[in-house]
Each structure stands twice: as structure tokens, then as C-alpha cells.
């Protein structure tokens, strides 16, 4: 196999695999994070069902 046969097919790979991850990524759905006002991810369903994870607060800096 010569340089540019080597090249060629490197180049080749990376982009198939460059594809085949956009294609992934694209497909994927995400959660519904900061739905309904929330700061976090609120739990559809199971045991913990309503329960917001990672909610965030921040105390008001404005208290005379």
C-alpha cells in the first residue's frame, strides 16, 4: 500500500465515522430540562415520578 492509498483510506474512515456519530447524535432524544419553569429534569415515570433531579436554587441577593 502506498502513501496516498494509505491517505485515502484514513481519510475515508475518519469520515464514515464522523457520519455515523452525527447520525447518532441526531437520533438521540434529550430530556426536557427547564420544562414548566423548573431548573431541572422533573421524572416522567417509575417510583420517583414528579420528583425534579438537579434542581438548582439561587438565594436572593436583595434582602434589605
Request: charged share 25%.
Amino acid at each position: 500500500m502506498n502513501r496516498f492509498d494509505y491517505l485515502h483510506k484514513t481519510y475515508r474512515q475518519a469520515r464514515e465515522r464522523a457520519r455515523k456519530e452525527r447520525i447518532l447524535m441526531m437520533s438521540r432524544s434529550e430530556p426536557n430540562i427547564h420544562a414548566n419553569g423548573t431548573s431541572g429534569y422533573a421524572v416522567k415515570q417509575g417510583t420517583n415520578q414528579g420528583m425534579v433531579l438537579a434542581h438548582h436554587t439561587a438565594r436572593s441577593t436583595n434582602n434589605w
